[in-house]
């Protein structure tokens, strides 16, 4: 759950590195998402768009379903240096998510134009600065959310409870294991 009322920006640490590729972006994002509550899927389809980098669910309680309501979806896009095709991808996303997200090497952000950073904040996209931490540098819009589309509420779901279990928790989110039943 984002929070655009507060302005501050939030952070996770991570080993100071210079990134040569997306791929290496990964884990600090996914790191810096599951510290909000939401369980990550790399390369995820996302509703038909094609593929997503990362796309993470958070859930409320099972309650006796299958499989737990969906309360909010976020997507980040990773990349390395091209805006115009990044900024495309995460407009796309946004259709289909509740937050879209751009994550850029924190050396490509601290070079970034003005007029880039507010072409961002105008499409409702937020940027995460990646480096030696993750930074939230503009706060996104939210979007229109994935709870329409069952099949899409399915699969992220088969794909992040399996997260969710080596995080030492039960498919339906409580560490107690009991799945919500005493």
């Not at 990044?86 to 850029?104: E, G, P, T, Y």
């Not at 589309?149 to 409580?174: E, F, P, Y």
Request: hydrophobic share 35%; net charge positive.
């Amino acid at each position: 759950m984002w929070h655009a009322e507060t302005q501050t920006e939030q952070t996770r640490s991570v080993k100071d590195v210079r990134f040569q590729r997306e791929s290496q972006m990964r884990e600090p994002v996914k790191a810096y998402l599951m510290d909000r509550g939401f369980f990550p899927a790399v390369e995820f389809c996302l509703h038909g768009c094609g593929i997503t980098d990362i796309v993470a669910g958070s859930y409320c309680d099972r309650k006796g379903r299958q499989i737990p309501i969906l309360r909010e979806v976020v997507a980040v896009e990773l990349k390395m240096t091209d805006f115009a095709e990044v900024l495309r991808q995460a407009r796309r996303n946004k259709k289909h998510c509740d937050w879209s997200f751009i994550a850029m090497p924190s050396e490509r952000i601290g070079k970034m134009r003005e007029a880039t950073k507010e072409a961002i904040r105008s499409a409702g996209i937020g940027l995460l600065s990646v480096g030696d931490e993750v930074r939230e540098v503009i706060i996104p819009e939210r979007g229109s959310g994935l709870s329409e589309n069952r099949n899409q509420v399915k699969t992220l779901w088969r794909r992040v409870s399996i997260k969710m279990s080596d995080a030492k928790m039960c498919v339906c989110g409580n560490r107690d294991g009991t799945g919500g039943k005493k």
